[in-house]
């Protein structure tokens, strides 16, 4: 069974801050993980990763993937308070297994 | 990256009833799914919808709780029949073109008295 297990749970920084989040993961032919920010209802889209070592960056956030140790990163530098958010972790299976799996999330709450 | 729009973003509807969500992508996408996200937890899949043939569920999920429709690419429906409190949650849809990334919904707030 796919798994995706993240952490920490929580994290309260303050503005400013530089946070890093984790991931790990199990799945079943890998093709890519997946990193969404979820505020209130939709999660939102925020890197796919599909190759080890190779950072996708995008403003004061960048992820980057090791599939031999079988985790990514999520790193935030200069922390505002709107990056305050659940943090998901997605991993999707290949041909025949296209599902995201997702992890239980990390609630980052950052005080201004 | 796709739009996507769903309705009724939020109901309240008691027991025993059903609630049928719709599920409009702005274009045609190759997949379809529907996921659940009870209180406090993380999304659970709950189906793929498969355009022109029956879904296919996951483990704990079946076709007479949750029937769901995809007549072509752009559209699907879910319904959550027969409900119960349990089946309180937020109902999301995504959509995906193989090989690129999954986009979601605005979601559906349930909540069953």
């Known amino acids: 069974e796919d798994k995706v297990v993240q952490s920490p749970l929580s994290l309260v920084v303050h503005e400013g801050d530089t946070v890093t989040l984790n991931c790990s993961y199990e799945?079943?032919?890998?093709?890519?993980l997946l990193w969404y920010k979820q505020e209130k209802k939709a999660p939102t889209f925020l890197f796919m990763l599909?190759?080890?070592?190779i950072e996708k960056k995008s403003g004061r956030l960048s992820s980057i993937l090791d599939k031999k140790e079988l985790f990514s990163i999520l790193n935030i530098t200069a922390t505002q308070t709107g990056d305050s958010a659940i943090y998901l972790c997605a991993v999707e299976g290949g041909f025949g297994n296209e599902k995201l799996t997702f992890g239980t999330g990390t609630r980052l709450t950052i005080i201004p | 990256s796709a739009v996507i729009s769903q309705k009724p973003s939020r109901d309240i509807c008691q027991r025993g009833t059903s609630l049928t969500i719709q599920c409009q992508v702005d274009s045609q996408v190759t997949m379809m799914f529907w996921y659940r996200q009870q209180p406090g937890q993380s999304l659970t899949l709950i189906a793929t919808?498969?355009?022109?043939?029956?879904?296919?569920?996951e483990s704990g999920f079946v076709i007479d709780k949750f029937p769901i429709s995809r007549p072509n690419l752009t559209f699907s429906t879910l319904t959550v029949s027969n409900m119960s409190p349990e089946d309180s949650s937020i109902y999301l849809c995504s959509a995906e073109n193989w090989g690129r990334e999954q986009y979601f919904g605005p979601g559906t707030r349930l909540t069953v008295t």
């Open positions: 799945v079943t032919n890998f093709r890519s």
């Open positions: 919808a498969n355009q022109g043939s029956e879904a296919t569920y």
């Open positions: 599909t190759s080890s070592g």
